[in-house]
T-cell receptor, first 114, second 115 residues
Framework: AQSVTQLGSHVSVSEGALVLLRCNYS??????LFWYVQYPNQGLQLLLK??????LVKGINGFEAEFKKSETSFHLTKPSAHMSDAAEYFC????????????FGTGTSLTVIP | NAGVMQNPRHLVRRRGQEARLRCSPM?????VYWYRQLPEEGLKFMVY????????ESGMPKERFSAEFPKEGPSILRIQQVVRGDSAAYFC?????????????FGPGTRLLVL
């Protein structure tokens, strides 16, 4: 079965500091991995995705994530936090040939301190 | 270039009433997914539909919930005889193909409150 674990339901960083949001997945077959951002009372917006090409994936708004098979991780990073990055972040996994549903983590709420 | 549209954005129902949630996928997308987000939780898959067909309803509760995606018009998620536990945000997503690596594009959600 597939699952996603996001360690740290709440993360606070200072403006300009490194952002690191953790995501670990469980899958018996190679996964496809996604990071979405959700602003208050809005839908989910795709930040980036991994689909078995390059292991380091660059997304929008300066975010990037690295797929590490040995660690079953897909952590999201951004070198310098901006106030506008404050939002809820969700990691999701999809697996080939097991249907089209995405399995989501419980989310990480990012607070940026001025 | 409209994205995924959902309405209403907010819906209040009393216990026992029916809730109808609508979703119009992105232009050119024929694959629709419904997810439910309970407070402090991630999104949970409910159902996957293509035009006129339910492909996967493994996440749908067995009773009171139904979904359709007719040939014409939006996809509808219907909840009959709502209970307080149905209070949640319901998100619709769409994609252009059914391959697993295809991005799902999400609507703004419908927030259902059952009194």
């Amino acid at each position: 079965a597939q699952s996603v674990t996001q360690l740290g339901s709440h993360v606070s960083v200072s403006e300009g500091a490194l952002v690191l949001l953790r995501c670990n997945y469980s899958s018996s077959v190679p996964p496809y991995l996604f990071w979405y951002v959700q602003y208050p009372n809005q839908g989910l917006q795709l930040l980036l995705k991994y689909t078995s090409a390059a292991t380091l994936v660059k997304g929008i708004n300066g975010f990037e994530a690295e797929f590490k098979k040995s660690e079953t991780s897909f952590h999201l990073t951004k070198p310098s936090a901006h106030m506008s990055d404050a939002a809820e972040y969700f990691c999701a996994v999809s697996v080939k040939n097991t249907g089209n549903q995405f399995y989501f983590g419980t989310g990480t709420s990012l607070t940026v301190i001025p | 270039n409209a994205g995924v549209m959902q309405n209403p954005r907010h819906l209040v129902r009393r216990r026992g009433q029916e809730a109808r949630l609508r979703c119009s996928p992105m232009k050119g997308h024929s694959h629709v997914y419904w997810y439910r987000q309970l407070p402090e939780e991630g999104l949970k898959f409910m159902v996957y539909l293509q035009k006129e067909n339910i492909i996967d309803e493994s996440g749908m509760p067995k009773e009171r919930f139904s979904a359709e995606f007719p040939k014409e018009g939006p996809s509808i998620l219907r909840i009959q005889q709502v209970v307080r536990g149905d209070s949640a945000a319901y998100f619709c997503a769409s994609s252009s193909t059914r391959v697993s690596q295809e991005t799902q594009y999400f609507g703004p959600g419908t927030r259902l409150l059952v009194l």
